[in-house]
């Protein structure tokens, strides 16, 4: 059974820092890609980063770019997003979801196929 357990979220002042974790277990196959979403109070989800095991890819939103990294460590199943110069628009409830079928990195939930619980970030001004 896949398994993702999200870990990291926090409160911090603007222009801080935090660092998530995504530790995955359960995959039969070694190919899989890892996203970051989050949602907003009052806000639809929408995907912030993602990592692919198959071809190192990687993909980040407008929104992240420059401020957040998104890295895999294979040997511990481990995604982590280093989320730098943070804003209090980034607060949310932060979720990484597991994309197994086609294991490249995809914008939309919708193209997941196992999520985890989320992690509150919070940034107050």
């Known amino acids: 059974e896949v398994q993702l357990q999200a870990s990291g979220g926090g409160l911090v002042q603007a222009g801080g820092s935090l660092r998530l974790s995504c530790a995955a277990s359960?995959?039969?196959?070694?190919?899989?890609?890892i996203g970051w979403f989050r949602q907003a109070p009052g806000k639809e989800r929408e995907g912030v980063s993602c990592i692919s095991r198959a071809d190192g890819s990687t993909y980040s939103a407008d929104s992240v770019k420059g401020r957040f990294t998104i890295s895999s460590d294979n040997a511990k199943n481990m995604v982590s997003l280093q989320m730098n110069g943070l804003k209090p628009e980034d607060t949310a409830v932060y979720y990484c979801?597991?994309?197994?079928?086609?294991?490249?990195?995809?914008?939309?939930?919708?193209?997941?196929?196992?999520w985890g619980q989320g992690t509150l970030v919070t940034v107050s001004s």
């Open positions: 359960g995959f039969t196959l070694d190919d899989y890609a």
């Open positions: 979801a597991a994309k197994v079928i086609s294991p490249w990195c995809g914008e939309y939930e919708y193209e997941y196929d196992y």
